[in-house]
């Protein structure tokens, strides 16, 4: 799939919404394509699924801007899932060793843009069967960075 296409009903013309990351689907596959509320603003946003591991889905994503009743193009990240106690998104993303080697992050949105509110990663370490967990927030008022609040090794429970 190179692109879709989006019309309102009744609307003369629609909108083509390049799909950019898509990984080629075997004739006869399934994908997954969808409309949910990112940002809180009660309109759905589009997102097709581009490319599945057997840990991680990832997707193309497009905000709805009422203003302009058009589609603008968010990127490409993990499949979101919203949170509905803290409005934010998340996604996740397993690695190796079993999944011990993970990215965990909490999104949102500063105006139009999406920014990382806050991760936390977890990566081998140096010494076999231990991994170094970090978790970052972002600064408050914004200040465009994430800052280290914590940081510990974590051994192999195996």
Not at 94 to 113: K, N, P
């Amino acid at each position: 799939m190179t692109a879709i296409q989006a019309q309102r009903e009744g609307a003369p013309q629609g909108q083509r919404l390049p799909v950019h990351h898509m990984t080629p689907e075997a004739p006869g596959q399934k994908f997954f394509f969808g409309a949910t509320d990112l940002n809180g603003d009660s309109n759905l946003d589009l997102m097709i699924a581009t490319s599945r591991g057997v840990a991680n889905t990832y997707a193309d994503y497009w905000r709805f801007a009422p203003d302009s009743s058009t589609f603008a193009y968010l990127g490409n990240y993990p499949v979101f899932t919203l949170d509905t106690a803290t409005g934010r998104l998340k996604t996740y993303e397993r690695g190796g060793v079993g999944g011990r080697v993970y990215q965990a992050r909490e999104w949102g949105f500063e105006d139009d843009s999406l920014v990382v509110l806050r991760e936390e990663v977890q990566e081998a370490a140096k010494t076999a069967g231990e991994f170094v967990k970090i978790v970052r927030e972002r600064m408050a008022g914004g200040g465009g960075g994430l800052r280290e609040v914590k940081r510990e090794r974590v051994r192999d429970p195996r």
